[in-house]
Structure formats: C-alpha cells, structure tokens
C-alpha cells in the first residue's frame, strides 16, 4: 500500500530552470493539494485539485502549474525557478472532509 | 475563509507531565478539524480528527484533543509526555478547498 509517492526527494535548481514535481496517490481520492513548507509559516496551500481536470489556485499560486489528468497523479510544475521557490514541498491526498495522507516531501533548493 | 491559530510557537514540558498544545479556529459551518504531527525530515502524520459526536477524541500514540465550540479551540493533549513525543505539531482545518494548517507548535520534553 504507497499511499501518496513524491519525486523526487531532493532537487537543486539553477535560478531559472524549470521542473515538475510529481505526485501519484493509489487510494482513490477526489481531492489532491500540494503546499510548500517554510520555517515559522506552516504549510502554505499552492494549488489544488477535486477531482480530475479540475484545478485551482491556493494562497500562493504564482510561478507554479498544475494539472490533473487523471484522479492519481498530480504534478507541480516549476515554470522558471526563483530563489524564493526554495522549500519542502508536499503533496497530500484525501476523499472530502477525512483527513490528508501526505507524501514524504521533496526539498528543492534553487540558486 | 476558514484559519486557524496556533499561538504558542514553542511547548517545553519535562517527561511524565501532562501537554498541551493550543489550536483555535474560524470557520463557517461546522467544522472538521485534525492535528499531525512531523518528525525531523518527514512528512507530516496523521494523529486524530474531530468530525462530530464527543468532544473528546482520542487519538494515535496516546494523544487526545478537546473540541471546544464555544471557544473555538481544538487544544491537543497527552497525560503523561515522552521524550518521543518531542516533534512539529500542526493543527488544520477542512474547508472546501483544501485544509488549512496553523504555523505549528514545536513541543519540547525534556528527560
């Protein structure tokens, strides 16, 4: 049982570069999040998903794309890296109004 | 839009003393609420949630929280603290959207 499966763990980026994250989740859930993680501001929602083809935006949405083709994976897409990008980024999974499983987080450093 | 506060950046409790970590929300409706908890360079775990009934619910490693509506408050507690239990605590609330995290709690027991 994988639950939600992040790659990769670790990535460092040069200022500019692009990348996706990818995020898969074999339970079947309508509901897909990513957020970023920074110190002394908890996790921080970027983008979300109901169910698939359906996205929209969290709190800080700018400088990242996301799609949801199908219901079990949803990737993050870095469009041009910034140094302010540096974080932990999560993905999380869940059916409506249960709790989220996370995945095991990728941290990204962009110099 | 539905938040969350967890006003106490840091807890320090001496092992074999009871904790508690604070957590009090604002959301339209009734609420569904969670705590996780986060281990150094992991992801975050799920502990326990309040949908409805009790207002105690009990939870994983001994944990509890006490829903409060009057209050607002969801505060996490454990009778009895363990040096294991020294990790990042978040609180979170579900809303339409996604669940929305507090800042954390960083809880400290001393042996």
């Known amino acids: 049982n994988a639950g939600v499966t992040q790659t990769p763990k670790f990535q460092v980026l040069k200022t500019g570069q692009s990348m996706t994250l990818q995020c898969a989740q074999d339970?079947?859930?309508?509901?897909m999040s990513w957020y970023r993680q920074d110190p002394g501001m908890g996790l921080r929602l970027i983008h979300y998903s109901v169910g698939a083809g359906i996205t929209d935006q969290g709190e800080v949405p700018n400088g990242y794309n996301v799609s949801r083709s199908t219901t079990e994976d949803f990737p993050l897409r870095l469009l041009s890296a910034a140094p302010s990008q540096t974080s932990v980024y999560f993905c999380a999974s869940r059916a409506r109004n249960t709790e989220a499983f996370f995945g095991q987080g990728t941290r990204l450093t962009v110099v | 839009a539905q938040s969350v506060a967890q006003p106490e950046d840091q807890v320090n409790v001496a092992e074999g003393n009871p904790l508690t970590v604070k957590c009090t929300y604002s959301v339209s409706g009734n609420p569904y609420l969670f705590w996780y908890v986060q281990y150094p360079n992991r992801g975050l775990q799920f502990l326990l949630k309040y949908i409805t009934g009790d207002n105690l619910v009990k939870g994983s490693y001994g944990f509890e929280a006490e829903f409060n509506k009057s209050q607002t408050s969801f505060h996490l507690k454990k009778p009895s603290a363990l040096v294991s239990d020294s990790a990042l605590y978040f609180c979170a609330v579900s809303g339409r959207r996604a669940l929305t995290f507090g800042s954390g709690t960083r809880l400290q027991v001393q042996p």
């Open positions: 339970m079947n859930h309508e509901y």
